[in-house]
């Protein structure tokens, strides 16, 4: 069933509610099903949490209904590094952790009982599930929010197994007769609350597929909802009558022009564009320093798919690396860029014709990693900065967990680069670079983060390794200064290389 899964990826996508009593694994489940399906996520809970937080703040009683509501306008949910809807701001600040204590969880469910405010979160999540190809989950999803759904999925487990599973949650002793029983008291309580409560009951929907993960692995439970989506989306496929366009007026039609540019091709080969563009930017950066390059070029994959990683200290990277890497693979490198950018008529076209594709960060990052994998699933190379942003002062950054899962989906090598001191002629901050000196560009011998993580790792675990032996590598190709918060990871992969060290005898060439 995966197959159909990958085969449907980039279609139009169905709007999935998914529900379940406290402690199921909606959240954390339904994200990771999105996460492999390349739909959004988003947890409505996070909503009613946001809000009794921030009632408990101003102290403001669940009877106070007229002051819950005005609430609203201050609770916004924002995407993380995986295009979850999953950050909880209020005032714009960031309180996903507060939301999440057990203060909160007391009083949620009294809270969230509210009719008007129940009405007055509605339209938002309604709007939210709009552009489809989302998993939305909540307690009430089937059955009010998104009645016409086009799939319904109750996840169910027994009130003990939910109860053993929050308790680890929260770092508590699941066998603990103390921890547990008190864990097991509350569950029973909001679950009551949740069932019998006059307005959204809790209730699976008439049509939901119920599925029960009782002593289920994460993994497993994972799986089985991934596998419900694929069957749906390959009925879809095949033509069977689908509710996921009822009522979406604009919001449909928004989406298949999204879907349409998903779906366009992906050239591979060097064009005589690409080419010019690669020899008047070496051209350019060489008025103003000296380029050398280092290492084994000769290394890199010249035939299917290839993630290129590479630190980003200054605007001056993209350049320095497409425009000495370019003609040396002679092999197009696919970079992401904003959407912003095609708005100028000759560098959108320029763009458009010389390999970057256009990404809408308002829709976060699950969007642009779905163009990734497509540009990696089809056999092509693709340039990507794992911090995510250009380093303030040259040193590498925390970096995200994408490049990574990358490659562990896909199995594509990973060719750490490292582009040494050129925050020094182009600093942050800077509209010009600084003429003179020297950036040094250094690529290290291709990866297989696939081999990285120990079998039975999970998900998180295996990107955390993943991405820091990345991160390593890139590291020990860098100046000390440099290296930052991963500079004991360089130091790690340098006493464990028996080859030459990255300083050393490599291949080079100044220009």
Known sequence: MASSSRRNRDDGGLI?????????????????????????????????????????????????????????????????????????????????????????DARVSAVSRVAELRAAL????????????????????????????????????????????????RGLDPDGPEEAAAV???????????????????????????????????????????????????????????????????????????????????????????????????????????????????????VGPVILAANHASNADPVIVGAWLTPRLGRRIHWLGKKELFDWPIVGWMARHGGVHPVDRSTADLEAFRLARRILDEGHVLMVFPEGTRSPDGALQEAKD????LALRTGAPVVPIAVADSDR????????????????????EPLLLTDVPPEGADRKAAKGMATRRLMGAIAALLPDRQRGVYATDAVDRLHAETATPPHGDRRATGV
């Open 16 to 104: 999935v509610a998914l529900d379940g009593p406290g402690s199921s694994g909606k959240s954390s489940v339904g994200a990771a099903a999105a996460l492999e399906l390349g739909y959004r996520f988003v947890d409505t809970g996070l909503l009613y949490r946001a809000v009794t937080w921030l009632a408990i703040r101003r102290a403001i009683a669940a009877e106070e209904v007229a002051g819950l509501v005005e609430l609203v306008a201050e609770v916004e949910l924002a995407p993380d590094d995986q295009g979850r809807l999953a950050r909880v701001l209020v005032d714009g600040s960031d309180v996903t952790e507060e939301v999440h204590s057990e203060e909160v």
């Open 122 to 169: 509605l339209e938002r999540q309604r709007a939210m599930a709009a552009a489809g190809r989302i998993i939305v989950a909540g307690r009430d999803i089937g059955t009010v929010v998104l009645p016409d759904a086009s799939l319904k999925i109750y996840l169910d487990a027994s009130v003990e197994e939910r109860a053993r599973r929050r308790a680890v949650e």
């Open 184 to 302: 097991l008291v509350e569950l029973r309580r909001r679950d009551e609350l949740d069932r019998t409560r006059p307005v959204a009951p809790l209730r699976p929907a008439a049509d939901a597929r119920i599925l029960v993960t009782d002593r289920n692995a994460f993994e497993d439970t994972v799986a089985m909802v991934v596998e419900t989506i694929g069957e749906a989306e390959a009925a879809d496929a095949a033509g069977r009558p689908s509710r996921r366009d009822a009522g979406r007026g604009v919001g449909g039609a928004e989406r298949r022009g999204r879907d349409r540019l998903a779906e366009a091709p992906i050239e591979g080969g060097l064009t005589p564009l690409i080419r010019i563009v690669a020899w008047g930017a070496r051209l350019i950066a060489s008025a103003v320093t000296r380029v050398r390059v280092e290492g084994d070029l000769g290394a890199i994959p010249r």
């Open 402 to 405: 994408g490049a990574a899962m």
């Open 425 to 444: 002629r182009w600093p942050k901050g800077h509209l010009l670079p600084r003429p003179g000196g020297r950036v040094t560009m250094r690529v290290g």
